[in-house]
């Protein structure tokens, strides 16, 4: 098993910036490729951004490219998500998610859920 916890998420205004966190436990962070998805109200949750177990290969959904980007620190067992130019919206719960799938973007391609983590922007 592998325990996820999200964390900075919050309320910040369109054009800023917020810093999301997510560590694990459990099993070697470093055998996971990790990612991150999102899911606004009434809407199905969608990818945003994956990184592999090394860190070296990133994939971004078209809709965050060039604005989020996303990293890892093995050492730390921690995965980041840096969001910068937020607008309205990218407002949604942020979850992280483990597997071992490579750089995928469907959410059955993950074995592992964190609880996640509100961000809400405002115009």
Known sequence: QVQLVESGGGLVQAGGSLRLSCAASGRTFSNY???WFRQAPGKVREFVAT??????RTYYADSVQGRFTISRDNAKNTVYLQMNS???EDTAVYYCAA???GLRTARVRYD???QG???TVSS
């Open 33 to 35: 490729d990790m990612g």
């Open 51 to 56: 990184i592999d177990r090394s860190g070296s």
């Open 86 to 88: 937020l607008k309205p």
């Open 99 to 101: 597997g071992q799938g």
């Open 112 to 114: 592992y859920w964190g």
């Open 117 to 119: 983590t509100q961000v």
